[in-house]
């Protein structure tokens, strides 16, 4: 098993690059997992939950 974490300041694209590195790597067929959360915020406060992919 590998684990990445992705570390940076909000808006640099931290989430695209892991949403295209995913899949690309489904499209290899190889199983990826995780939990992301993307940065949608209202007056500095995030307003949508992390959520699980597969």
């Known amino acids: 098993m590998t ?7 909000p808006g640099i694209g931290k989430t695209t690059v892991v949403l295209r ?3 690309e790597l ?3 067929g ?4 995780g ?3 993307r940065e949608l915020r209202t007056n500095n406060v995030r307003t949508v939950p992390a959520k ?3």
């Not at 684990?3 to 940076?8: E, Q, Y």
């Open 26 to 28: 489904k499209e290899r």
């Open 3 to 9: 684990i990445i974490v992705l570390t940076g300041s």
């Open 52 to 54: 699980r992919f597969r």
């Open 21 to 23: 590195v995913a899949g």
């Open 35 to 37: 939990v992301i959360s």
């Open 30 to 33: 190889v199983n990826v997992g």
